[in-house]
């Protein structure tokens, strides 16, 4: 069974950094896709970015070079390192996987998700 659980959120200043993790149980990471998403206040949920067989990574132009997602198989945990951060970033960050090697970004493709963590950027 497949569980995912996301923490890192909190309240933080615009230009800061952080960094969220997602725990995975019952997920290969050679096999899964892993990715981020974040829905804001009344917006829809959107993607933000993936990794694939621990190396290959995808991004959303909105995150692309201030993200930066890994793994590490040790501890079957998922990262996404966040940095310059703007108040726009502000979100529900949700994980979520997939057994698959493609890169989906629309969320019905997702069979499995964690149940988020806040976090807020001040400006």
């Not at 206040?41 to 930066?68: N, Q």
Request: with cysteine; proline share 2%; net charge neutral.
């Amino acid at each position: 069974q497949v569980q995912l659980v996301e923490s890192g959120g909190g309240l933080v200043q615009a230009g800061d950094s952080l960094r969220l993790s997602c725990a995975a149980s019952g997920v290969t990471f050679g096999s899964y896709v892993m990715v981020w998403f974040r829905q804001a206040p009344g917006k829809e949920r959107e993607f933000v970015a993936a990794i694939i067989s621990r190396s290959r990574t995808y991004y959303a132009d909105s995150v692309k070079g201030r993200f930066t997602c890994s793994s590490d198989d040790a501890k079957n945990t998922v990262y996404l390192q966040m940095s310059s951060l703007k108040p726009e970033d502000t979100a529900v960050y949700f994980c979520a996987a997939k057994n698959t090697l493609y890169i989906h970004t629309e969320t019905r493709e997702y069979d499995y998700w964690g149940h988020g963590t806040q976090f807020t950027v001040s400006s």
